[in-house]
């Protein structure tokens, strides 16, 4: 039997249920192989089978569960061909025979509900077992998307805007380190679960702001990579609910995806942060990225990067007109995120703020300090930034050299347009907000 067209209806059903589900499927199968890229091997096996039958057959009442099943079977058919010992071949089987005694005639009518045991623990050792810091960030990035993510390849490739053998690679060479590391399928404890959830909210964020500013390409803004962030950061949310910084990031990727349709005009054309129409922001949310942000402060101790940062979000997302916004408050908050995660791109943020609420030549005092930092050499918002507070101070040729060399640094084709007009523009007077600080 061959498998449908990619563009007929069942294939569309089969690839959305896959994407809910295939992320559950082979973190369930790496419980019982402890090896996550034999795992999605199998649970790609559990897909394909899909595709043969259910387009013949109908789809399962519960295809999750027979997605789950399927893939068991392939997982354990793997156990015994390598003939392991046999107490631990007989305890598997055990375990496999006691969860799965739905006979194929009647799958629909009866599913056991131990398939659902412990998926929410396999999720987390999953999502900590892709996001190992073993891996180049590239290569978390990568392999989250392709196994909590569902994506396919090609997908991965065209959001990144890169070709599909080198997404393919990263991503087979990532399950081969983490083999050869032998990285445990376990969550870790203790004083390691911080560093290690430092990695996977740094992977989730990654592939949100991919989304959110494009670092390449002719499309300044990807939504569906945002949206795929947003959902793995709502999934860590409700597995870690009690972790404040979980909650902090999902607040952050709220809010800030809130303004997505009001970031681009019609022609896809950039629109600025002050210059956004916010009766286009989305209040849904908004609110939702206020209620994280709640959650995130309420939890004991200090606050974290991202809920910060999520702090200085919801200045924005509060102030009804651009005029609005509380900027002295959002120059404290960036005083506080400096002193917990300080970077030179942290400082960038804080001068623009320093800017907008105590005037250009504060800001440009803190910019001028950054000129010669070895990592914002090539950093296109940097000579952005100045040529923003220079224009405001009426030093319009500086103005425009610092515009036309951010042009020169961006990837992205709709923003090195914006830029180039701004430095056209800059003698017929500039609106400040070079960066969404």
Known sequence: MGTPDPGSEAARTIEAIWHIEAAKVIAS???????????????????VAALEHWPAAGVPDNPGAWLMTTAKRRALDHLRHEKLAAPKREELSREFDAQHTIAAADFNDRVDDALSDDVGDDLLRLIFTACHPVLSPEARSALTLRIMGGLSTDEIARAYLKPEATIAQRIVRAKRTLAAAHVPFEVPRGTELADRLASVLEVVYLIFNEGYSATAGDDWVRPALCEEALRLGRVLAGLMSSEPEVHGLVALMEIQASRLAARVDAKGEPILLLDQDRARWDLLL??????????AESQSGPLGPYT???AIAACHARAATADATDWACIAALYDALAQVAPSPVVTLNRAVAVAMAFGPVAGLEIVDTLLGEPSLENYHLLPSVRGDLLARLDRIAEARA?????AT??????????LLARAAACTRGHRPGAVDP
């Open 29 to 47: 199968v790496a419980r019982m192989l402890r090896d996550v890229g034999l795992a999605e091997e199998f649970a790609q096996d559990a897909l």
């Open 286 to 295: 908004i609110r939702r990225g206020l209620a994280a942000l709640e959650h």
């Open 308 to 310: 910060l940062q999520a």
């Open 402 to 406: 610092e515009f036309e060399r951010a």
């Open 409 to 418: 640094l961006t990837r992205n084709a709709r923003e090195r347009a914006l």
